[in-house]
């Protein structure tokens, strides 16, 4: 154990400045092989992760939890500012910088003399600021500027919101979910066509177009789509399991079963 290290071992209580402390020592000479060797794209994965598990503790409501993903989250975000501090590009004091400038300049109503008539206010000055600040004046470069690598849910979501601001939408939600219909047809005409040779990418085109108006319909209720299909795939899967619990109790496995007779015992736990 080097001297540095030796430093950081045995304290009662650590603090930020420990942590970054602690993941230079982890790339610098004699520290893990593993940090060493790693780079923004190589942990890029760990970092969408760690912020689903933080996401995570949040929906359980586990405060416990909660602090330790934050914990991690955070390290995620020293390990990217560590690698460009040793590049000589930032480090994490500039991360720390640009943030704290951004929030000061984003909240006019608290740092400055803007007066807001409660949060509603705040958001369309926020969205003004925000256009302002990445030169974003026109619709179409407010559309691009969502990111490419966010959940295609979340980003639907989001294209629909700019695009309602600029009076580009449908009247409410009847009449996007009257799309759905007329997009499952086109889903429907282009089945037809897979014995004719390979459409799949007009299916795939198709199908994602559906998918759209499915948000729209969503957002236009004031569901959130991703959080929707989050709350499907849960269901799917405790009632998956009572099937599979239902059929156990039987002396079975799912194996054996044919998919009708599977079916029928769904139908059943859904009903209950």
Same mark, same amino acid.
């Given at each position: ?39 923004? $794209? ?99 470069? $407010? ?39 007329? &997009? ?19 299916? $795939? ?28 795939? $849960? ?20 194996? &054996? ?16």
């Amino acid at each position: 154990m080097n001297e540095k290290a030796k430093a950081y071992v045995g304290r009662e209580r650590y603090n930020f400045d420990d942590l970054c402390g602690i993941m230079a020592i982890l790339r610098g000479e004699g520290g893990c092989p593993w940090d060493i060797e790693q780079t923004h $794209k190589s942990i890029r994965n760990d970092f969408i992760d760690e912020t689903y598990e933080a996401i995570e503790a949040i929906d359980t409501e586990n405060t416990e939890l909660l602090c330790e993903e934050l914990g991690d989250v955070m390290l995620q975000v020293v390990f990217h500012a560590e690698i460009e501090r040793e590049r000589g590009v930032f480090d994490i004091a500039d991360v720390t910088d640009g943030i704290c400038k951004k929030l000061i300049y984003r909240h006019p109503h608290v740092f400055g003399d803007v007066s807001v008539d409660g949060s509603e206010d705040v958001l369309v000055n926020w969205d003004k600021l925000k256009a302002k600040e990445k030169s974003r004046d026109t619709v179409t470069s $407010k559309l691009k500027s969502v990111s490419s690598s966010a959940p295609a849910l979340m980003k639907a979501q989001k294209l629909g919101k700019i695009s309602r601001k600029a009076g580009f939408d449908f009247d409410d939600a009847d009449a996007a979910f009257a799309k759905i219909s007329e &997009e499952t047809d086109e889903v429907g005409e282009e089945m037809k066509k897979r014995a004719d040779g390979d459409n799949t990418e007009r299916l $795939k085109e198709e199908i994602g177009d559906l998918l759209l108006s499915v948000v729209n319909t969503s957002r236009l209720l004031g569901i959130d789509a991703e959080e929707a299909l989050n709350s499907a795939c $849960k269901k799917y899967v405790g009632r998956f399991e009572a099937v599979e619990n239902e059929v156990k109790s039987r002396g079975e496995s799912i194996e &054996e079963l044919s998919s009708g007779e599977l079916d029928m015992i769904w139908e059943e736990i859904k009903k209950s």
